[in-house]
C-alpha cells in the first residue's frame, strides 16, 4: 500500500484550525515550519506550534492535539512584516 504524501504549506499561506483560530507559516526551516498568530507575526513574536517532520503540531515542543492535516488553507496570503527602525 503506497504512502499517502504529505500536505505541503505554503510560505506566508494563512491556515485556520478547526477551532477557528489562524496562523501564518513560515516554511523557511529545514527541519520543520512554524505557525504565528496573525498578531505575533506583525509583531515579530514568537511562533505557536511547531510542526515536525511527522506532521504533529507542537506547542512549547509537547504534542498538541492537532496534526498538519487539521490546517484548512484559507486561500489568503500573508505578507513579511515591516521592519521596525528606531
Same mark, same amino acid.
Given at each position: 500500500m503506497a504512502r499517502k504524501p504529505k500536505p505541503r504549506l505554503r510560505e506566508l499561506g494563512i491556515y485556520q484550525l478547526p477551532d477557528g483560530k489562524e496562523f501564518v507559516v513560515s516554511?523557511?526551516?529545514?527541519? %520543520?515550519?512554524?505557525?504565528?498568530?496573525?498578531h505575533a507575526w506583525e509583531t515579530f513574536g514568537i511562533a505557536?506550534?511547531?510542526?515536525? @517532520?511527522? %506532521?504533529?503540531l507542537l506547542h512549547r515542543g509537547v504534542p498538541s492535539v492537532w496534526k498538519m492535516q487539521d490546517l484548512n488553507d484559507t486561500? @489568503?496570503?500573508a505578507s513579511y512584516p515591516r521592519p521596525v527602525l528606531r
Open positions: 516554511t523557511i526551516y529545514h527541519d %520543520g515550519c512554524s505557525l504565528y498568530s496573525p505557536e506550534y511547531w510542526v515536525d @517532520r511527522e %506532521g504533529r486561500g @489568503r496570503t
